[in-house]
């Protein structure tokens, strides 16, 4: 993702005897506008009569500070506690506001941006229940191109000759690490400020015609979160680094000596190479440079990345409104106009737990198991012929054999309406099962109606051999009846019509439900046919068989229904044929 580095300006109130300098600040305060008058000399190389200076936001000099902390330090601690780095600097004049900005007033109401931010951050640590925190601190600073160590306890009594120096490293992949700088793990909002008020106690600070209380040394304070997220296990660490850079001053105009001389040379210099990294990041943008100069200052060493790295920036322009400083005020504005144009590159910075990892990895592992143990339940043991399947495709379990036997039973009775399978498998395995029933079935209905069949031939037989013997007697000719004779062979012959008429009407009604069955009951090219005239059952295959549609099954149920009817009821007549 990309980030611009976001510039501010801040003007401090005027203080000169000599009143401050005409200039504008547009209504929607992004512009930032100097006006000057032909009667008076400002010693600027410029022959316009104003000079404009666009910025993400101007801050008059009634700003507050609360104004300031939620304008440009707000959105920077959000997106570190999402996992980004930061950096808040603060650049200017010596005596613009810098320090004031960045550490604040002696009072709590006027504190700056960095105990407010560690406020924040602790409150937010209360609100993000789901994500546990921890926060880390180091501060430092660089007096005369040597970085010291604010936070060592051995510094507050020791001149700062004995000091142990911090050094900078690179390791193989890049990565900046400093020696014998400490870092200092916080629990409380009040750990960090106490750190923060020893450091600040330390700092070199001098006074100077300028500035009563100077500050002679760059600062860097960092805060290093690590978060852990609770619910995923992810854990993501991010630095924000809050630095208040020493004012750059003019010679001429300060007469210092000694001490403060060397001083003011060492920070000019460092600005300078500051400046430098800059330009040549601008240029490396558009394609005309490659080398970026970051070696040639300490200070640009430690803030490679905040420069031209995986880091969102924020500038604060710190200008004074005196008349006798508009030309440095016009300065730090041209530096912030340059600095605009810069673009890092940002990413989350997830830390991999190998903890973690591993149980994750011991998860899916296990799943993987249980799918190949399903596999081999169903398809037997692994051979590397798979029949074209796909491990791929196995995205669910694959259901147990006797499962997948009852839900398709459960389907061809109509007791479900849909079979639910996961993988390509199970819906193969599905036909596959319906057709083992349908032929088991087929030839159980076969069976049954080769069954019927032959009981319709011997009931065709021995009615005809009725017929004919009751033709014969009819042909005779019948005694004559004496009054005494008895009628009970009369009796017996007429139960014996009734009885043969009966027969008849039942083997009608078979006849007629085997058309039922040789009209409808058709799957897979197998077709069993029963004889209307008492022939016998023919069992073929055939590529193309259709049920022929006729008004005798008009009114019949869907053929699972059919099969099952026609069985119960080929059964049931069965048992009333002649036993012969």
């Known amino acids: 993702m990309k980030a611009q580095v976001e510039i501010y300006g801040r003007l401090r109130p005027t203080q000169s005897k000599l009143g401050g300098v005409p200039y504008y600040v547009a209504e929607n305060k992004t512009r930032l506008s100097f006006q000057f008058s032909r009667q008076v000399n400002y010693n600027l190389v410029s022959n316009k009569d104003s000079l404009d200076f666009l910025f993400h936001q101007v801050f008059d000099q009634d700003s507050t500070q609360e104004e300031v902390f939620n304008v440009v330090a707000v959105p920077v601690v959000m997106s570190c506690l999402d996992g980004y780095n930061g950096t808040i600097f603060a650049y200017g004049q010596t005596g613009s506001g810098k320090t004031y900005t960045m550490s604040g007033a002696d009072s709590w109401q006027m504190r700056g941006m960095i105990p407010r931010v560690l406020t924040l951050m602790f409150d937010q640590f209360e609100k993000r229940k789901n994500v546990e925190h921890k926060m880390y601190v180091s501060f430092m600073e660089i007096y005369n191109e040597t970085a010291y160590d604010l936070l060592d306890r051995r510094h507050v009594n020791a001149p700062m000759e004995s000091w142990s120096k911090v050094t900078p490293s690179e390791d193989d992949a890049g990565n900046l690490h400093l020696r014998n700088l400490t870092v200092h793990e916080c629990h409380s909002e009040q750990d960090a400020i106490d750190l923060l008020m020893m450091g600040n106690f330390v700092r070199q600070v001098s006074a100077t015609p300028m500035n009563q209380s100077s500050s002679r040394s760059h600062c860097i304070f960092t805060v290093t979160l690590e978060a852990r997220h609770l619910d995923t296990g992810s854990v993501f660490i991010s630095k924000l680094h809050m630095v208040d850079l020493a004012g750059s001053e003019r010679i001429s105009k300060s007469h210092v000596e000694g001490s403060l001389l060397a001083e003011a040379k060492h920070i000019n210099l460092s600005l300078s190479f500051l400046e430098q990294v800059i330009i040549a990041l601008n240029e490396k943008s558009m394609g005309t440079r490659s080398h970026i ?41 041209r530096f912030a106009q340059r600095c605009a144009q810069l673009e890092n590159e940002i990413t989350r910075n997830e830390k991999v737990d190998l903890n973690i990892l591993v149980k994750r990895l011991e998860g899916e592992n296990a799943s993987l198991q249980e799918e190949v143990e399903a596999y081999r339940r169903t398809y037997g043991p692994l051979d590397g012929k798979t029949s074209g399947r796909s491990w791929a495709s196995k995205k669910s379990a694959i259901l147990p054999m006797e499962e997948l036997r009852c839900r398709v039973v459960d389907f061809l009775n109509e007791e479900r309406q849909t079979i639910d399978v996961g993988t390509l498998e199970d819906a193969q395995e599905c036909f596959r099962v319906m057709r083992e029933i349908y032929n ?12 019927i069949s032959e009981k319709l031939k011997k009931y065709d037989s021995f009615i005809n051999s ?13 005694p004559r009846l004496s009054p005494t004779i008895s009628t009970t062979p009369l009796m017996a012959l007429k139960r014996k019509d009734e009885q043969n008429s009966e027969l008849v009407e039942e083997r009608s009604r078979l006849s007629h439900k085997s058309e039922e069955f040789r009209s409808v009951f058709s799957v897979n090219g197998v077709v069993a046919l029963g004889g209307s005239n008492g022939g016998s059952v023919a069992v073929y295959s055939s590529k193309e068989v259709k049920p022929t549609k006729s008004s005798s099954n008009s009114n019949l149920k869907s053929p699972a229904t059919l099969q099952f009817n026609l069985y119960s009821t080929f059964k049931q007549s069965a048992h009333k044929l002649p036993k012969t």
Do not use: F, H, W
Request: hydrophobic residues 30%; glycine residues 4%; contains cysteine.
């Open 293 to 333: 100069p970051y070696r040639n200052s300490l200070m640009t060493i430690i803030l490679k990345d905040s420069l031209g790295g995986n880091c969102k920036t924020v500038m604060v322009a710190t200008m004074s409104s005196d008349i006798d400083n508009l030309e440095e005020s016009v300065s730090t504005a």
């Open 440 to 451: 088991l079935r087929m030839q159980e209905y076969v069976e049954e109606l080769t069954l």
């Open 466 to 478: 009725t017929s004919r013997r009751k033709d014969s007697k009819s042909e005779r000719t019948p």
